[in-house]
């Protein structure tokens, strides 16, 4: 049998990000003993690289808004399959999440009267992310890690989770690697918390960095949890086209939300054109209006630009696929048009420091990658894949799945976005959501009175499983089955999707599976970039393969899905269901549709109050 290190702990939390932080700070505040293991250094997750800001209606900036406009705009965006108890606890609980981050040191930016200052994002009525400029991520990080490193957490970096252990039903413990020796470490817990983020390296291009490859999706399926809403990937309508090399990374909505806006090569600012009918009472009617919104107008609605990112994201695939795209394949994203027309009404506007004030990153961003001034010229953007609404299947109130002990958090669970995510609405989510994963993990951990026992069977049949690719002397490069299956899963599951195109990308995930069972590696176990793909693959076919069931069985367009052959929400049938995924008995994976419980009254009311008295089809 295999050597292994073993630590143990009351609460494993695996990832670092905002939710496992955040996990981990509540579980050792209740007083257990907690481990914090992620893939790379401390403070290099996911988390790090969020801009924009986090989502809270703190009513700051206007005070208008309260928890049940927060509430309702998540659901109209999540087009009403969203999970209404998550929704619900995060728009009431955000606000006293992100006081509670400003009281633990973090520095937001600030409106006159020395608040924290919130900007507009689309999707949300009212101006409602705490931000620090372009850099929200970085300071919630930093917040985080500085206050709970002195809370006793016990910190392993550079370890990755391949498995997740079970005595019985009941999870015991993680195996990991580490990317050093490549030597093995079992993680030994009463509970064990997922916060691994997203999935975004399943496609080609992605906002998302290389370790986001679906790990905790896979390990907690795996382990005998269930999938939600798999069929929803987020894709950001603005990521950088040009160059190459840079194609994919986020350009902030920030951008549009300080007054950018969009045009085709005629110059046509074509969002215009395509308002959809639940968002045309909030939409400005002309530009005037919408740059009277984003200087704080509160008689003003918003502009097209800020309508939600599923539907930003299809008008611009439309521009692009109808030959009205800019020369690389976007679309144009210039901040000038509000710059002369604020010009012209203050007193002095430097345009060139306004935007270097207000969007620090962005304007860094393409200068030194693109070479590019923000503040003269226009930028090239199109979709990326960006977010992945779909993921472990919790409950809202505990975030516990339905294999005891086993907790799931941020990005990898799921239920809160439905259909579609409003930007902002992750970092409220990790800090909510978050808190409560750890809160519960921790009293999990308590009423149990000794760890699982660690199955040794389970953690040699692992790393058996993981050292393979080693022995073979039949060739297939991880790197290349990785790079097909992001092409593929680009062109036949995408932004735009048709039922042959994804029962070829069915076909062609089992051939990559059969490839993936011959990858070699050569080398040793250190530092083995090549190893480490040859194991992610696993992981990247099972999303893909939830992705594209889950997009097959939902026959209708809603949110992130769109279907070109069912190109209409369908409300009769899937307009209050949600897609599950499990392993069967026989290791294969099946799908069904399951029933939304009705909503309460008090919620239905806030949803109604937004939406002119009508309550929409989904909820009747
Ligand atoms: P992450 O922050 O992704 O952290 C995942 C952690 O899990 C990491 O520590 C990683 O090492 C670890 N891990 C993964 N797999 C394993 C494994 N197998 N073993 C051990 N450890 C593992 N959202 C907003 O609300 N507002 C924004 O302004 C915003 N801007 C964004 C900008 C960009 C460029 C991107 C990419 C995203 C943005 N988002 C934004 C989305 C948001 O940042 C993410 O959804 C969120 O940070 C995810 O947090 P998380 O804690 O779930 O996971």
Redesign the pocket.
Known sequence: SVEFQTHEHDVVV???????LRAAIEASAAGVSVGL????LLG????????????AALANVDNRDNWKVHFADTMRGGQYVNNWRMAELHAREAPDRVRELEKWGAVFDRTPDGKILQRNFGGHKYPR?AHVGDR??LELIRTLQDHGIHRGISVYME????RLLKDGDRVAGAL?YDRERGRWTVFRAKAIVL????I?KAYKIT???W???G??HT?AYDAGAELIDMEFVQFHPTGMVWPPSVRGI?V?E?VRGEGGVLRNNTGNRFMFGDIPDNYRPQTAKDEEEGFRYVLGDKEANRPPELLTRDHVARCIVREVREGRGSPHGGVFLELQTFAEWYGKRAKKFDAAEHWKKKLPSMYHQFKELGGLDITKEPMEVGPTT??MMGGVRVDADTQMSRVPGLFA????AAGINGANRL????????LVL?KRAGEFAAKYAREQSSAGAVPTDQVDAAAKWALEPFDRDVSENPFKVQQDLQDMMQDLVGIVRKEDEMLRALDGLEKLRARAAKVQVTGNREYNPGWHTAMDLHNLLTVSEAVTRAAILRKESRGAQFRDDYPKKDNAKFGKVNSIIAKGTDGTMQIRLEQIPPMPDELKDAIRAEANGVLPDELK
């Open positions: 695996i990832g670092a990000g905002g939710a496992g293991v992620c893939k790379s290099k997750a996911h988390t790090v690289m969020a801009e924009g800001g986090i989502a992310l929200t991520g370890r990755t989770v391949i990991a916060a691994t983020g997203g975004g906002s998302n960095s370790e986001y490859t790990d905790g390990l986020l902030t920030g960006h977010y958090c941020g990005e990898c930007g902002g609405n992750s970092l409220s989510d990790l978050g």
